[in-house]
């Protein structure tokens, strides 16, 4: 059994992955636009979606959510473990841009470094850096 993150952007997705990519250095393996999906009869695409993209790796996928307008972020986090504390710092500081910082980045009795934001687009994250590290 595989668990994957599956994570909806309402029209933002391509925004996301170039910020990702830049700042976190995320590789995007596959891309495809709505207008590019294989037609399903069962599944209408709404007005407007045509060039919003839907995206999926092995390890996060990734899509617009056809503009819906109802993505909410609650419940969950991301958990990004870096190798130690100055690119764990690094990271947590790239993704508060434009975020907000829900427990700044420190140490704590499990670890050197921990920190939990909000990125700009509404994402929660859990920085870490193993205990060792």
């Not at 393996?29 to 069962?42: A, G, H, I, N, V």
């Not at 993209?53 to 996060?60: A, F, K, S, V």
């Not at 939990?116 to 994402?123: H, P």
Request: glycine letters at 12%.
């Amino acid at each position: 059994m595989q668990v994957q993150p599956y994570v909806f952007f309402d029209g933002r997705c391509e925004e996301a992955l170039r910020f990702y990519g830049e700042k976190l250095g995320a590789e995007v393996l596959f891309q495809m636009r709505y207008k590019d999906s294989p037609p399903d009869p069962k599944r209408s695409v709404l007005p407007g979606s045509d060039d919003k993209i839907r995206i999926g790796t092995t390890e996060l996928m990734m899509s617009d959510h056809c503009n819906s307008g109802n993505t909410a972020y609650a419940g969950f986090n991301l958990s990004l473990t870096t190798g130690n504390a100055a690119d764990g710092e690094q990271f947590f500081n790239t993704l508060a841009d434009g975020g907000q910082v829900r427990m700044p980045w420190q140490s704590t009795f499990w670890t050197k470094g921990f920190g939990m934001v909000a990125d700009r687009f509404g994402i929660g994250w859990m920085v870490t850096i193993p205990r060792e590290g």
